[in-house]
């Protein structure tokens, strides 16, 4: 079955370390994205990515770097210059030119 | 700035009620206007809304969108206890690339 996979679900990270947080697709989507959302918000943009080895920065991408090196493949790192980086990271996809978004199940990253 | 602000933000209601939740948005380039329902982790998809005036209807919900007065509201109605969840208002844009931009989400608690 084709979706997304972000893993790891449940991620603890101590102040002052980076961390990745991975998203794989296999439905040959050519865009893919990174949200943050916060507690009673709803989802902000980091990162989205139109093609391999391209990306731009979303609404609140500073603390936040990614990478696109294969069209299967979006990870986020949450760096140490993220001030509040505890939140829920969502990942998703799409064709170009459509409106069909595919969601993962979210990766919930707290900081200890 | 592209921008969706949803209303309320929070709503608790007794089962059996009706409820309408409201979207508005101030976009450039607007594609169409999405309602995601999302109870757990990844939203999972509920309308999608290009043209005015024409209900979109899936058993106990339906949405309609007014693109003259830039707005879109989510009818539930007999609502249960399994409706309850944040459901989320997006809009679908192009500038330069494609992307969702978020509402902040209604918080929707279902009382028995």
Known sequence: ?112 | EDKVVQSPLSLVVHEGDTVTLNCSYEVTNFRSLLWYKQEKKAPTFLFMLTSSGIEKKSGRLSSILDKKELFSILNITATQTGDSAVYLCAVDVIQGAQKLVFGQGTRLTINP
């Open chain 1, 1 to 112: 079955d084709g979706g997304i996979t972000q893993s790891p679900k449940y991620l603890f990270r101590k102040e002052g370390q980076n961390v990745t947080l991975s998203c794989e697709q296999n439905l040959n989507h050519d865009a893919m994205y990174w949200y943050r959302q916060d507690p009673g918000q709803g989802l902000r943009l980091i990162y989205y990515s139109q093609i391999v080895n391209d990306f731009q920065k979303g609404d609140i991408a500073e603390g936040y770097s990614v990478s696109r090196e294969k069209k299967e493949s979006f990870p986020l790192t949450v760096t140490s210059a993220q001030k509040n980086p505890t939140a829920f990271y969502l990942c998703a996809s799409s064709i170009q030119g459509t409106t069909g978004y595919t969601f993962g199940s979210g990766t919930r990253l707290t900081v200890v």
